[in-house]
T-cell receptor, first 113, second 112 residues
Framework: GENVEQHPSTLSVQEGDSAVIKCTYS??????FPWYKQELGKRPQLIID?????GEKKDQRIAVTLNKTAKHFSLHITETQPEDSAVYFC????????????FGDGTTLTVKP | ETGVTQTPRHLVMGMTNKKSLKCEQH?????MYWYKQSAKKPLELMFV???????ENNSVPSRFSPECPNSSHLFLHLHTLQPEDSALYLC???????????FGPGTRLTVL
């Protein structure tokens, strides 16, 4: 089955700096890579996703890059703000496993004002 | 609101009790999921239902029993749980394969 590894487990940055979270996956059949943000006491919510036919996707301060050959993808947050502080989860899934997403173990991002 | 609701939001039960968690979605999704969230494993997939059929049982102990009577409802029946089963149980749904999952608010379960 799929195995997703996420690094780092914790990340602390100064407000205004950039933050990068990286994930690797094992199943070459995986073709959908979402990123979820979970604020304290709240449910995970999708912030950005990318499919395997695209190498990069950007939405304002958030971007995701995908390297299919190396089987890794990354989340980039620029100009970080205190409200970006949360746990971020990456996931990988394929259309061969009924949409089951395998999640990484999460990264706790702290943005210091 | 994401359209996925869970009840109850909090549950305290003894090890000999039987209880059920309920999840409901009105997003027209055809896949539903149960996750366990704890400090040990942040998002641990338990069960997946696609078109009301169980397609994934991720080595979950038999004291957890899922039920999906229709595409809008998902239950998790609990029986003789252990204290280590205390966690946040999250339900999610999605439309088809490889699409965004919408999560419910979760049920905070404490087993005494």
């Amino acid at each position: 089955g799929e195995n997703v590894e996420q690094h780092p487990s914790t990340l602390s940055v100064q407000e205004g700096d950039s933050a990068v979270i990286k994930c690797t996956y094992s199943d070459s059949a995986s073709n959908y890579f979402p990123w979820y943000k979970q604020e304290l006491g709240k449910r995970p919510q999708l912030i950005i996703d990318i499919r395997s036919n695209v190498g990069e996707k950007k939405d304002q301060r958030i971007a995701v890059t995908l390297n299919k050959t190396a089987k890794h993808f990354s989340l980039h947050i620029t100009e970080t703000q205190p409200e970006d502080s949360a746990v971020y989860f990456c996931a990988a899934s394929s259309n061969t496993n009924a949409g089951k997403s395998t999640f990484g173990d999460g990264t706790t991002l702290t943005v210091k004002p | 609101e994401t359209g996925v609701t869970q009840t109850p939001r909090h549950l305290v039960m003894g090890m000999t009790n039987k209880k059920s968690l309920k999840c409901e979605q009105h997003l027209g999704h055809n896949a539903m999921y149960w996750y366990k969230q704890s400090a040990k494993k942040p998002l641990e997939l338990m069960f997946v239902y696609s078109l009301e059929e169980r397609v994934e049982n991720n080595s979950v102990p038999s004291r957890f029993s899922p039920e999906c009577p229709n595409s809008s409802h998902l239950f998790l029946h609990l029986h003789t749980l252990q204290p280590e089963d205390s966690a946040l149980y999250l339900c999610a749904s999605s439309h088809g394969q490889d699409n965004e999952q919408f999560f419910g608010p979760g049920t905070r379960l404490t087993v005494l």
